[in-house]
């Protein structure tokens, strides 16, 4: 069956009930949106505050392929599988966005048994956070141009509005744009353009938002655009735009509860893009499932060099957290398109491959047990052509370097097939205590800050910009020095090129522009080609999704 199908063969149960039975939580502080969503309360999670902190164990992954990795799958079957083991366990994940379901990665709530459900409506506008972001965000863009057809008294320079339009959608049309035409009664001329709703920087400011007040005064600080001075900013508090924004976002703060398909709970809040963003769900979902559970698994998206640098050096520097374990996904047939296999021939053993595109693997695991500190379990998505060689192969080069590698067959089994799995990160969680550091301090510079992810994570010689990018980044450092930056690059490489596997090394990382997020607290380093409005495919999922006439979805993935 496919993943929809199996979703909607799932026995849920009423999520109040649920949520009262699994966690305790009072059906007065659940705000149900259907029968099986529901938000949970700020009043309620602010009266947890003095309840002890459980164990945090984040997911990443090896680079990203074609043949996919299985990240969310195995956030959920570890989770089920600890549920299983009598361990009080909850699933952090982050929301899906419009675009890829529409485009080509497909939705993201898991796959075979190891899902979250409801599935369409979790892939499908699910509680609409996501279209108060995205009204809120274009909000502020109309009161900006507003505010200078009316005459425009902070002396906005309409050359140097920094803050774009946005929508859910995979639209490549609207990267570049121009407004205003029509003559004075459709204000003036400018260009401007669109980028996703997931690297909006009010995602970003909900996902790390820790109140009303800290969500308003970060919207408030929101540079939109400059004075003609170049250098004076004008901050979305000028335009009195901060209040309405909140209010627009009232809802969508609170965090959503859901269920996997063995009916246990997961919480899906905020989903920014780990390539153009920070890739991470919201601190107060991570901080809920804390105070609510004894074990919190939480994703991070994309691979580790993308999704698990921001988690740990832009969220926990932010809010904290400090997780206590990391697994690291992989399957046999990515590491063998990392080693240079075609897709279509990826079912077909090929030691040689594997062993040439594990060099991937090594590098994410150094990078998260060398560089940051923290205890490591490699984790085997398994698929059925894998081969016991392969596997065996798989093992022996992960013990090697003094980690262990568990197979694991959630996707087919559910929870009890990830229990080895289970075990093993119980093990480290309970046992060992991590050596949690930064990649980079708070105090180096901000090109130095880029030029340390680059060449310890990404393997480079060094980064480039030009001098325009480098006079801007001079300009941030004198105000800005002190935050972290968001790099923004492709998922599919260590490189700025998509096309290069494995694990490359010695190349440049070009910086092509930066940009300044105030409100959420950090600079966007965009790196190479890399796009914050992505495009269709040649044939979009779109085009497999259908509702036949009782109102059944189909072609969901």
């Not at 083991?85 to 890829?100: F, N, V, Y």
């Not at 570049?176 to 970003?204: C, F």
């Not at 009232?250 to 919480?267: D, F, G, S």
């Not at 568990?406 to 093990?427: C, F, M, S, T």
Request: proline share 4%; hydrophobic share 40%; aromatic share 6%.
């Amino acid at each position: 069956m496919s993943d929809i199908e199996i979703a909607q063969q799932a026995t849920m149960k009423p999520i109040i009930g649920l949520a009262e039975e699994k966690l305790g939580i009072p059906a007065e502080h659940l705000d149900p949106y259907g029968h099986y969503k529901a938000k949970v309360s700020l009043e309620y999670l602010n009266s947890l505050t003095d309840q002890e902190d459980g164990k945090l164990i984040l997911v990443t992954a090896i680079s990203p392929t074609p043949a996919g990795e299985g990240k969310t799958t195995t956030t959920v079957g570890l989770g089920d599988a600890m549920n299983r083991l009598g361990k009080k366990t909850i699933m952090c994940l982050r929301e899906p966005s419009l675009g890829p379901c529409f485009g080509m990665k497909g939705g993201a709530a898991g796959g075979g048994y190891a899902q979250v459900v409801p599935m369409e409506d979790i892939n499908l506008h699910f509680t609409g956070d996501f279209h108060a972001i995205g009204v809120a965000h274009n909000l502020l863009s109309a009161m900006i141009d507003n505010h200078i057809n009316h005459g425009n008294e902070l002396g906005i320079d309409s050359r140097r509005i920094t803050w774009k339009r946005v929508v859910d959608m995979n639209d490549r049309a609207l990267r570049k744009i121009t407004v205003g035409q029509g003559g004075p009664a459709n204000g003036y001329l400018r260009e401007d353009g669109y980028d996703i709703v997931v690297a909006s920087e009010i995602m970003a400011i909900l996902c790390l938002a820790t109140s009303h007040a800290d969500l308003k005064e970060r919207l408030g600080r929101i540079v939109v655009a400059y004075k003609a001075d170049r250098v004076t900013p004008i901050y979305a508090r000028d335009l009195n735009a901060h209040g309405a924004m909140a209010a627009l976002l009232k809802e969508a703060i609170k965090p959503n509860l859901v269920q996997t398909l063995e009916n246990n709970i997961a919480i899906i809040h905020g989903g920014p893009f780990a390539n153009i963003a920070h890739g991470c769900n919201t601190v107060t979902a991570t901080k809920t499932a804390l105070k609510l559970a004894d074990y919190a698994i939480t994703e991070a998206g994309f691979g580790a060099d993308l999704g698990a640098e921001k988690f740990l050096d832009i969220k926990c520097r932010m809010s904290g957290l400090k997780p206590s374990a990391v697994v690291l996904v992989a399957t046999v047939r990515a590491l063998k398109f990392h080693g240079g296999v075609a897709r279509e021939d990826l079912n077909n053993e090929n030691l040689e491959a594997l062993q040439k595109g594990f060099a991937n693997l090594e590098r994410h695991l150094h990078n998260v047990t060398v560089n940051y500190g923290l205890p490591c379990v490699v984790s085997i998505n398994h698929f059925t052509f894998d081969s016991e060689a392969e596997i065996a192969l798989l093992q022996e080069k992960c013990a090697a370097l003094g980690v262990k590698c568990v197979v694991a067959k959630h996707w087919a089994e559910g929870g009890a097939g990830a229990e080895e799995l289970a075990r093993e990160v119980l093990d480290i969680v309970d046992h060992r205590e991590p050596d949690f550091n930064y990649v980079y301090d708070a105090d180096l510079p901000l090109w130095d800050k880029i030029e340390t992810i680059s060449t310890k994570l990404y393997g480079a010689a060094g980064i480039t910009a030009s001098p325009k990018v480098k006079t801007e980044i001079n300009a941030l450092q004198e105000k800005y020095g002190h935050f972290p930056i968001c790099m923004a690059k492709t998922q599919m490489s260590f490189s700025t090129d998509p096309t290069a596997k494995g694990a490359p090394s010695g190349h440049t990382i070009e910086i092509r522009e930066v940009r300044l997020a105030n409100g959420a607290g950090f600079i966007v380093a965009i790196a190479g080609d890399m796009m914050t409005m992505p495009g269709l495919p040649k044939v979009p999922a779109a085009e497999r999704i259908d509702i036949s006439d009782d109102g059944v979805i189909t072609g969901l993935f």
